[in-house]
């Protein structure tokens, strides 16, 4: 039937759509900020800001994840694998699903309970970074470093 109407009227209706174009997709991250002192289900922590572009991703669910460090580089680790990495690293994560091709992410917030640190009492140097995900889980994008200072009475 297509291609009878195709003859007949000179168009072409067997290729592929042409309303996303993308076939690459990206992700810059902008800045992170860190958010301290909130409160989330009852859970003292802080948040992890994001702000990003996102292209080719419309209508697709990824993922942040912000990874937490000590100052000198050393992961922190988990220890109850409520917020965790599959090698054991402590790690926090928020969806996202953009509703067009480009997309500005100004203030994503990435929560983590300060218990979820496993940090003993006194002062933590710490910093933290974001990678950005597809729906495929394949990295898009990555943010640089952010310093923080955690004190735990």
């Not at 992700?27 to 702000?51: C, D, R």
């Not at 953009?98 to 940090?119: R, V």
């Not at 140097?125 to 729906?135: P, R, S, T």
């Amino acid at each position: 039937m297509f291609k009878a109407l195709d003859k007949r009227f000179g168009l072409n209706y067997l290729k592929a759509p042409s309303y996303n174009t993308y076939t690459n997709l990206s992700a810059t991250v902008k800045s992170i900020t860190t958010e301290h002192n909130l409160y989330q289900n009852g859970q003292k922590g802080m948040n992890v800001k994001v702000s990003f572009d996102v292209s080719g991703m419309k209508g697709k669910t990824g993922i942040c994840v912000a990874y937490f460090y000590f100052e000198n580089g050393t992961a922190l680790n988990d220890y109850n694998k409520h917020y965790y990495t599959t090698d054991g690293k402590v790690s926090s994560s928020t969806k996202y699903t953009p509703g067009w091709d480009n997309t500005t992410y100004t203030d994503l917030k990435i929560f983590i309970p300060y218990s979820e640190l496993h940090l003993g009492s006194g002062k933590s140097h710490l910093k933290a970074k974001v990678e950005i995900f597809d729906n495929n889980n394949r990295s898009i994008g990555s943010s640089q470093w952010t310093y923080f200072n955690y004190t735990y009475p």
